[in-house]
Antibody, heavy 118, light 110 residues
Framework: EVQLVQSGAEVKKPGESLRISCKGS????????INWVRQMPGKGLEWMGR????????NYSPSFQGHVTISADKSISTAYLQWSSLKASDTAMYYC???????????WGQGTLVTVSS | QSVLTQPPSVSAAPGQKVSISCSGS????????LSWYQQLPGTAPKLLIY???KRPSGIPDRFSGSKSGTSATLGITGLQTGDEADYYC???????????FGGGTKLTVL
């Protein structure tokens, strides 16, 4: 079974750093891009960026460029999303999703809830 | 503000049919394929329709997709209470070099 399993919920303070993970299984991890998608409370889906796990080439949405870093470790089939200095406005659910083709995200991870509060 | 435009909500009675629209531009699904995702309450999104009108294995034929130019429609027939969810259209925007989604449509089955 193809699946993406994300790390657990996090509660952080403003200014702290954070890295969340997304582990793929059931397929060749290096054959498909991994994407990250944000969903703020009660809001819609926002595409953040993607990574090609075979060579770690990344592509970011202009809205998120410079605010987050996407990386991957192909030896353990895991992609990461990280922040160096969190803000309260980063509070959201974050999903990873495999990119099947240019426009098809499947499957999705179960989501990681990040709460940033003082 | 989302790049793709969807109505915020639609509703219909059980057993009836509903359509959800998605409009974009030539830089996104005017020249790329469109997908639809279903997000049941408290869960991750799930692929419902891909390449404008194809259903993944396991998706019932009550769900259908169509596209014409820069507009697309998700159709759901034989509505069930279990279909209550948020539905999102998604594509790639060649001008932005970014994935794009609609703002989502909340389906209520009355």
């Amino acid at each position: 079974e193809v699946q993406l399993v994300q790390s657990g919920a996090e509660v952080k303070k403003p200014g702290e750093s954070l890295r969340i993970s997304c582990k793929g299984s059931g397929y060749s991890f290096t054959s498909y891009w991994i994407n990250w998608v944000r969903q703020m409370p009660g809001k819609g889906l926002e595409w953040m960026g993607r990574i090609d796990p075979s060579d770690s080439y990344t592509n970011y949405s202009p809205s998120f460029q410079g605010h987050v870093t996407i990386s991957a470790d192909k030896s353990i089939s895991t992609a990461y999303l990280q922040w160096s200095s969190l803000k309260a406005s980063d509070t959201a659910m974050y999903y990873c999703a495999r990119l099947m083709t240019t426009t098809v995200f499947d499957p999705w991870g179960q989501g990681t809830l990040v709460t940033v509060s003082s | 503000q989302s790049v793709l435009t969807q109505p915020p909500s639609v509703s219909a009675a059980p057993g009836q049919k509903v359509s959800i629209s998605c409009s974009g531009s030539s830089s996104n699904f005017g020249n790329n394929y469109l997908s639809w995702y279903q997000q049941l309450p408290g869960t991750a999104p799930k692929l419902l329709i891909y390449d404008n009108n194809k259903r993944p294995s396991g998706i019932p034929d009550r769900f259908s997709g169509s596209k014409s130019g820069t507009s697309a429609t998700l159709g759901i027939t034989g509505l069930q209470t279990g279909d209550e969810a948020d539905y999102y259209c998604g594509s790639w925007d060649s001008g932005l070099s970014a994935g794009v989604f609609g703002g989502g449509t909340k389906l209520t089955v009355l």
